[in-house]
């Protein structure tokens, strides 16, 4: 028996975003109410708000992984800066500032407990074992985070001083060794836990590039905006519209 679609709406009542969802359907996100930006986690059907350090204005909560725990980050007003912080699933009730580089904010928790986010002009990450590294590579004058899943980070790095002088690379996160990706690809936007790079419209397999097609008349501009582990695609099509599309064996 086939099941409908089911739409949830959920009512904040501020300006809301929705940030991350674990397979479990809990999702979490921030809203705009009294002035300050709040985190929230929704589950079971209702809204939970986050606790926030005292030190921080506003606060964002960014990942979750299948565990339950969310990572974020919170705004110091007074000296400009973020702090990268933890609400842990086994400890709730409770939030952490995650021992990081200065300047730090994180944006996605693995279901290891591997914590990825950035620090002033560069990516990091956070072991499981508390080990934190910088995520950059030599020559690299900045580098940010796209994505990550299982031991691998794609991003960008910064190479010279002009906008343009950047490189797309894949990062081992066991090593913190960073490779190029294929040249073809525009972007980063998506990994597996395979390794398997998604750029905007095609997807790496090492050498290899398998390009976002479609057999319906008319299509154009396919774009691809997550990948599986079992190599589907999902993503838009744009033709007289704009139409959501998925790919299997990529």
Known sequence: MRTEPRLTVVTIGGAQQVEDINRYGVAVGSAFVDNVNRPWRYRNGRVEWLPVPPVVSNTWATGINARGDIVGRGAVEQTETSLPLLWPADRPGTVEVIDAPSDASATEILDDGTIIGTAGNS???????ARTDLLTAPGARWSGISAARGNWAVGVIGTGSEDED????????????AAAVNPALV???????????????????????????????????????????NGLVVGSINGSRLRPARWINC
């Open 166 to 177: 950047r490189a797309l690379v894949r990062w081992d996160l066991r090593t913190g060794v």
């Open 123 to 129: 990516g990091w990450v956070r072991h499981p074992d």
């Open 187 to 229: 972007s980063t936007l998506d990994v597996n836990s395979r390794g398997t790079v998604l750029g905007d419209r095609a997807v790496e397999h090492g050498n290899r590039l398998v390009a976002l097609g479609g057999a319906i008349p008319g299509v154009r501009d396919p774009f691809g905006w997550g990948i599986a582990d």
